[in-house]
C-alpha cells in the first residue's frame, strides 16, 4: 500500500501541510552590481518565494536576508529608491511597473545603481 503523497519532496509535503500550493515555490537568484555590492557585503542570493511572487514579496524576503542594509535599496515608504536599477532575466524594468510584476521559478534579478561617472 502507497502512503499519501509518498511520491512528493519533502519541502513539497510541507507546502501542501500549510496549504501552500508548490507551483507558487518560486526559486530567484538576486545580484548585487558595483558600489551597492560593496555596500551590501554580498554578491548575490538566491531566494525561495513561498505564496506569492510578486516583486515585493522577493523585495521582503531580501530584507529577511540582508537585515537593515535593505535600505540601501528601499527608501522610507518601501518603494525601490530612484537611484536604483532593477533588470529581471537582462531587462530592464520600470519602477512604475515593480508592483504588478510576478516573478517565476529561475528569473533572475538584478539591482543596481544607477550610472554615474565623468
Known sequence: MRLPYSHLS?????LRLQNIPSELNV???VRFYASLRDR???EERI???KG???FYSLIKELG?????RINLIINGSGSIRDDIMISVNNRLIDHSSLK???L???DQVDIMPLPSGG
Open 10 to 14: 519533502a519541502e513539497d509535503k510541507i
Open 100 to 102: 504588478k510584476l510576478r
Open 27 to 29: 526559486k530567484v537568484k
Open 40 to 42: 551590501i557585503g554580498v
Open 64 to 68: 529577511c536576508s540582508i537585515g537593515e
Open 104 to 106: 517565476n521559478d529561475g
Open 47 to 49: 531566494l525561495n518565494l
Open 52 to 54: 506569492d511572487s510578486g
